[in-house]
């Protein structure tokens, strides 16, 4: 399911103003493998879904200035370092269907491109001239704890990938590191920026929050739900991969439920018969997993649409409300 048309626009006026201040951004560096390690990954695409947001939310708002597109700028930069490290850690080899960075240079580089992409991307909300001083604080406060945050997501990631005595809790929480809170973010920012009420920023923080969580959670269900075309991966890959998704904690925590076909297929890795991974698809399902796990996708979504019937309606309410709908209804 590809995004609505009025998100898509948006995106199409706005993402490539972002990308200018990117790529201008990322090649102040005068040594030229390390700038070519930096710019390799955001050269390879990306909807700049979560750049955007910030302007985004400045429409919903009725006030919009350049500043919203360098802190966008900057929380790509940010998002694309958590990448190139998240590939290192993960032994992922591609990315964007290319090469992952420490592949296409080497582990040492890889390294040294995120450390700087990460500097880099303070430098420039540091050196915005259409950032208010007494706004910097603030800011630099939000992204430094959305940063801290997404770390501590990916370190429980890491220590839970051999673990079967996670908990729905411990999940959600983790996702709301790796995920969310830089949705929230986003969306805080674009509030800070265009000189909204703290009642006001405090919703969209809300509203960024919930839908990170419902976005993550449908992706999890995705990898059970749908055919490859709409998830651009095989059926099952993370059960394979033994992913500790949503459903599967589900499943593993309910008892008196026959999962002999999920646990033959979670984490098995390499070539798995099909049949037995839809029988295993069919453990979820007779567990109630999967329908658990629509719920809760459901109820993250209420609570972000909830959040922005507080704003007033206009094309940049439109445009958010859709962006809202449209992580729901990849499941639908």
């Known amino acids: 399911m590809s995004l609505p048309d009025m998100v898509k626009d948006s995106l199409k006026e706005h993402a490539p ?7 201008s951004t990322l090649s102040t560096s005068k040594q030229e493998k390390l700038q070519s390690a930096m710019l390799y990954l955001i050269k390879s695409g990306g909807k700049r879904l979560r750049a955007t947001l910030p302007y985004l939310v400045g429409d919903l708002l009725g006030k919009t200035t350049h500043s919203h597109y360098e802190v966008g700028a900057a929380i790509e930069i940010i998002h694309n370092f958590t990448l190139i490290h998240d590939d290192i850690m993960d032994d992922d080899s591609v990315r964007r269907g290319r090469p992952a960075v420490h592949v296409a240079f080497d582990i040492p580089t890889a390294i040294n491109a995120g450390d700087a992409m990460l500097a880099t ?5 540091s050196s915005s001239n259409d950032i208010e001083v007494r706004k910097m604080p603030t800011l630099v406060k939000i992204i430094g704890e959305m940063v801290r945050r ?18 729905i ?8 590191g790796k995920t969310a809170v830089m949705f929230e973010a986003c969306a805080k920012i674009g509030g800070i920026l265009s000189d909204a009420s703290e009642k006001d920023i405090e919703l969209l923080g809300k509203w960024g929050l919930n839908l990170g969580l419902c976005f993550q959670i449908v992706d999890d269900l995705i990898d059970v739900v749908s055919d490859s075309n709409t998830s651009g991966k095989p059926i099952g890959s993370d059960l394979i991969q033994g992913k500790m998704t949503c459903m599967t904690i589900h499943a593993i925590n ?4 026959d999962l002999t ?7 098995a890795g390499g070539d798995i018969d099909r049949k037995l991974i839809e029988m295993a698809i069919s453990d979820l399902n007779q567990s109630g997993s999967i329908e658990f796990c629509r ?6 979504h209420k609570i972000a649409k909830d959040c922005l019937e507080n704003f007033e309606i206009n094309e940049g309410f439109e445009v958010l409300s859709k962006l809202t709908d449209y992580h729901i209804n990849r499941i639908n």
């Open 17 to 23: 103003k972002i990308e200018e201040i990117i790529i």
């Open 121 to 125: 991307a303070f430098e420039l909300i």
């Open 254 to 257: 309910t008892k008196d439920v």
């Open 169 to 176: 809790d411990d999940y959600l929480y983790m996702i709301e």
């Open 295 to 300: 719920d809760l996708a459901k109820k993250y």
């Open 150 to 167: 997404v770390s501590e997501g990916q370190q429980l990631d890491i220590d839970n990938e051999n673990r079967r005595n996670i908990t």
């Open 261 to 267: 076909n999920l646990e033959a297929v979670l984490g």
